[in-house]
């Protein structure tokens, strides 16, 4: 089963995205901040990271910067989560090495073929 780590430091949030990826058939580990995400992915691998741009003390573009120095994990797929997009967001998101960016509220069917792209289509449970 593949396995994604969620950085989200909204509790409603990350319970939506949870119940999701439990619904599209994926397993997920979850970080509330940016250091706690650093943390969990020097000692674990994901297939994929969802990443909140917003995120307090460290945000998400600190977070993506420093992903993709770690050789273990520079690889790793990381769609960025923002809930005030902007224009222009998206190009820069992607310049910064994000795989993917999904405004919120999230549509769930992007989240799905946007998983989909990413990691490799994964039947529904």
């Known amino acids: 089963m593949k396995n994604i780590l969620v950085v989200e430091d909204s509790a409603i949030i990350m319970e939506l995205i949870r119940f999701l990826l ?3 058939g994926y397993e997920s580990k979850e970080a509330r901040d940016g250091f706690e995400a650093l943390k969990i992915v020097k000692e674990n691998r994901f297939d994929l990271i969802l ?3 917003q995120l307090p003390g460290l945000d998400g573009l ?20 923002t809930a005030h997009a902007m224009q222009g967001d998206e190009d820069r998101f992607l310049k910064a090495g994000c795989n993917g960016y999904i405004s919120k509220p999230i ?9 989909d792209s990413c990691i490799g289509g994964h039947p529904v449970l």
Do not use: G, H
């Not at 600190?62 to 989560?81: G, H, Q, Y």
């Not at 549509?107 to 998983?115: P, T, Y």
């Open 22 to 24: 439990t619904t599209f």
């Open 51 to 53: 990443l909140d741009i």
């Open 107 to 115: 549509e769930i069917e992007r989240l799905k073929s946007m998983l």
């Open 62 to 81: 600190e977070v993506l910067k420093e992903i993709k120095s770690l050789p273990e994990v520079c690889r790793t797929p990381v769609i960025a989560l």
